[in-house]
């Protein structure tokens, strides 16, 4: 493999792996913190207090 | 790469969480416990275990035997409240770690991702500063029972402050531009100007005493936690790149 076909694919792989941890942090903070399921909201009740998310 | 980030944000987001929950039970929870004493007439979270009761018999392991879960109210101690809050803390603080370590990654590319974990400590503190203190400053973390806007209109404010704060200290931080630092602390105060959307009367039945503690200890608490997030996630998002440096191919 090239020095140049390596640095390509992995600034390729690091942009998908940036965006893939930012939607699934987001995804868990949601579903944590604001998704309006009554499971989740009793189950994440008090961490949604503690960290001030804007629950109900 | 995904190895690294993955890696480093979970690992990170793990151990913040737990630290994060155990700070949460012994200063946060049982000033809400108490506080849903005197919340009437609302929802009754958790099956009516008695707030007085769980506020006060905290920490009573003994108490756990008398557990059920058709019959929360008969146990001192609720573990099924408590195994939920410190899950979805944990899965709190992940989420928090995935999304700081995506933003060491984005700032590698333009050399100024952190190189020390005492760097991972200002990213974190950034992190409380965009996700909790700079929206407490228009909606105070709120005790059950306390009067607020319209619940819509809140997760607006809140989440544009998130935005806009998060935003506004990267390039105030970050950026080598007199001018883009400046737009960057504009970002930053174009919220509170904007103005958080509050009730047009108080009529919060939680005591002022417990809601103001509530507030102080929620922040405190939540500074802790992304402190140790951001400096963790810094240690290992460092000695990960220097892994890389010596020959290690990243994932």
């Known amino acids: ?56 | 790469m995904f190895r690294k980030i993955f890696g480093s944000a979970l690992l990170a987001g793990l151990i913040a969480g737990v630290v994060a929950s155990a700070l949460q039970h012994a200063f946060v929870v049982p000033v809400l416990v108490e506080a849903e004493a005197y919340e009437t007439g609302d929802i009754v979270h958790f099956g009516g275990v008695s707030p007085a009761d769980a506020a006060h018999d905290h920490g009573d392991m003994a108490a756990a035997h008398a557990h059920s879960h058709a019959d929360a109210a008969s146990a001192g101690f609720d573990w099924e409240r408590f195994a939920f809050t410190t899950l979805a803390t944990i899965v709190t603080f992940s989420g928090f770690g995935l999304m700081l370590v995506a933003g060491f990654a984005l700032a590698e590319r333009v050399g100024v991702a952190p190189r020390a974990s005492v760097v991972g400590v200002l990213w974190g503190l950034a992190g409380f500063a965009a996700v909790q203190l700079a929206p407490a400053m228009g909606l105070a973390p709120e005790l059950p029972g306390s009067a607020a806007a319209e619940m819509g209109a809140r997760q607006t404010w809140w989440l544009g402050t998130i935005l806009a704060t998060a935003i506004g200290l990267a390039l105030a931080a970050l950026s080598r531009s007199p001018a883009i630092a400046l737009a960057g602390i504009a970002l930053i105060a174009a919220p509170h100007v904007i103005g958080a959307p509050h009730p047009d009367a108080f009529a919060g039945v939680a005591p002022p005493e417990l809601s103001s503690l509530f507030a102080a200890r929620s922040l405190g608490v939540g500074a802790i936690a992304w402190a140790v997030l951001g400096g963790l996630a810094g240690m290992f998002w460092t000695r990960d790149a220097q892994g890389e440096h010596h020959g290690g191919a990243a994932a």
Do not use: N, Y
């Open chain 1, 1 to 56: 493999m090239t020095t140049t076909t390596k640095t390509l694919s992995q600034t390729q792989t690091g942009t998908l792996a940036i965006l893939a941890a930012l939607a699934l942090g987001a995804f868990l903070v949601f579903g944590a913190g604001l998704a309006q399921s009554a499971a989740l909201h009793d189950a994440a009740h008090d961490t949604r207090h503690a960290i001030g998310f804007p629950c109900h």
